[in-house]
């Protein structure tokens, strides 16, 4: 198990308000089932960006994609990132592709994320036949590849830390975070 602390744990721009953690990887990468595993360890609300992105359009995510394209999609995720970020006080869940937005990126300076990194076979095999995964329909390993590739820059640049979760189960990972929270409230 290896959990990483990266430069945004605790600084000057941390959270006063928000989310208690968030969580930020690939798709695959286990960013609801750990989530929704830590806020019942801690005893809070899991909020997933996807989920609120199909509740404030009545659609599926891949349906946004098919009937308004990616750059639609883009600026709904957007809009309920930046609403969760400043109303939720649980354990937060971005889509994947939330990093690519600049602004995202800079409001998650003021909190602290938690990066879950995996390796692209392991979210193929995670993720399955991508139905409900728009990008990812085609060649999910070679896309999967690809979108690590790109946004793991990005994933690394927003974290507080890093849990590599090869060859990990749920249980460490959450054990990995818990700790790293743990000692975050300890300074």
Not at 13 to 40: D, H, I, Y
Not at 109 to 130: E, I, N, P
Not at 158 to 165: F, L, N, S, W, Y
């Amino acid at each position: 198990m290896r959990a990483e602390s990266g430069a945004r744990a605790d600084g000057p721009g941390a959270a006063v308000s928000g989310p208690v953690a968030v969580l930020v990887g690939a798709p695959g990468a286990g960013k609801s089932t750990v989530g929704m595993a830590v806020a019942a360890r801690l005893g809070v609300a899991f909020r997933d960006t996807d989920a609120d992105v199909e509740s404030n359009l009545g659609m599926s995510v891949s349906d946004v994609f098919l009937e308004h394209g990616e750059e639609y999609f883009r600026a709904a995720e957007r809009a309920a990132v930046l609403t969760a970020l400043a109303e939720h006080p649980g354990v937060l869940a971005l889509g994947g592709g939330a990093v690519l937005d600049a602004g995202v990126r800079a409001e998650l300076a003021r909190h602290w994320v938690v990066y879950l990194d995996v390796t692209a076979s392991d979210a193929a095999k995670r993720v399955g036949l991508a139905r409900d995964r728009p990008l990812l329909v085609e060649g999910p390993r070679t896309r999967l590849a690809a979108l690590l590739k790109a946004r793991r820059p990005l994933y690394e640049e927003v974290a507080a830390i890093t849990v590599d979760t090869a060859a990990l189960g749920i249980d460490d990972v959450v054990a990995a975070i818990l700790i790293e929270l743990a000692g975050r409230a300890g300074h």
